[in-house]
């Protein structure tokens, strides 16, 4: 069965960082192309990171000076850090696989995604 959990949410101070973690089960996540993507309150799902199975890396304009992806093939896991978080970083953030041959151009659109964690929620106050 085709698993993603997500973790390392939690309360975090603005300006401090927080490490997400995503792990895969059923499937090896070597040959897919990960997403991270997150929802918050009111607001439409949206793309925040993304790393193809062939280490092409995108991030979007809000996270990208901020932000590092990287996976861990051995452990069928793939992490999400964001530093100097915001208020506005508030959301619960996903993971999401594509075992696809994806246009990078289309990372971030999430009907493109077949496998979706359950979510992590993260929330920067202070």
């Known amino acids: 069965q085709v698993q993603l959990v997500e973790s390392g949410g939690g309360l975090v101070r603005p300006g401090g960082s927080l490490r997400l973690s995503c792990t895969a089960s059923g499937f090896t996540l070597d040959y897919y192309n990960i997403g991270w993507f997150r929802q918050a309150p009111g607001k439409e799902r949206e793309g925040v990171a993304y790393i193809g199975s062939n280490g092409l890396i995108w991030f979007s304009s809000s996270v990208k000076a901020r932000g590092t992806i990287s996976r861990d093939n051995a452990k069928n896991m793939v992490y999400l850090e964001i530093d100097s978080l915001r208020p506005e970083d508030t959301a619960v953030y996903y993971c999401?696989?594509?075992?696809?041959?994806?246009?990078?151009?289309?990372?971030?659109?999430?009907?493109?995604?077949?496998?979706w964690g359950q979510g992590t929620e993260v929330t920067v106050s202070s």
């Open positions: 999401a696989a594509s075992g696809s041959q994806l246009d990078v151009s289309y990372w971030d659109i999430p009907s493109l995604y077949d496998d």
